[in-house]
């Protein structure tokens, strides 16, 4: 539901196989706006939290992300912990400009970007509950999970709990 306002992105932007231009970047950055403007309205404290979600969810730890450059806790908790589950989804995940990172080639990614992208508090938390996320994706029937499974045993050396 964090990348909702990704429905008011076009195609030929959301499906290029490639890195995105300036103009096009511009674009793709009103996604959490857009999905925030969906979902806002509710009395529900589930919705209001969605809400808060889209349009936080791209912020970075050192004030770089978008759409409003907040920066350490001026981030809202739950925006900062869809950050980096929502980056972990991604590069685990085959897009139609990438191929699927390793998990352990996703961990290192987002333990360099501790500090700067993501509160490191946040991501050493993250990295304790990997073999948990990873025994409850291996319960999943998804074939999303079984592609990430299938990634993570294929290119890593170890085994996950």
Not at 73 to 80: C, S, V
Not at 147 to 155: G, P, Q, S
């Amino acid at each position: 539901m964090h990348d909702v306002g990704k429905i008011g992105i076009p195609d030929e932007i959301l499906l290029i196989p490639g890195k995105l231009n300036e103009k096009e970047w511009e674009i793709m950055r009103k996604h959490p706006e857009i999905g925030a403007e969906i979902l806002s309205g509710s009395q529900s404290a589930v919705m209001k939290m969605a809400e808060t979600i889209a349009l936080s969810h791209q912020e970075r730890w050192d004030g770089s992300g978008y759409p409003n450059n907040l920066k350490g806790e001026e981030i809202p908790l739950a925006g900062r912990i869809v950050a980096i589950c929502d980056v972990f989804d991604a590069l685990t995940s085959k897009r139609c400009y990438k191929e699927a990172f390793s998990i352990e080639k996703s961990m290192e990614i987002i333990e360099q970007g501790s500090g700067k992208d993501f509160e490191p508090r946040l991501v050493e938390a993250f990295k304790q509950a990997l073999p948990e996320m990873i025994r409850i994706v291996k319960e999943l029937p998804d074939n999303e999970s079984a592609n990430v499974l299938k990634v993570y045993r294929k290119n890593c050396s170890h085994n996950a709990a």
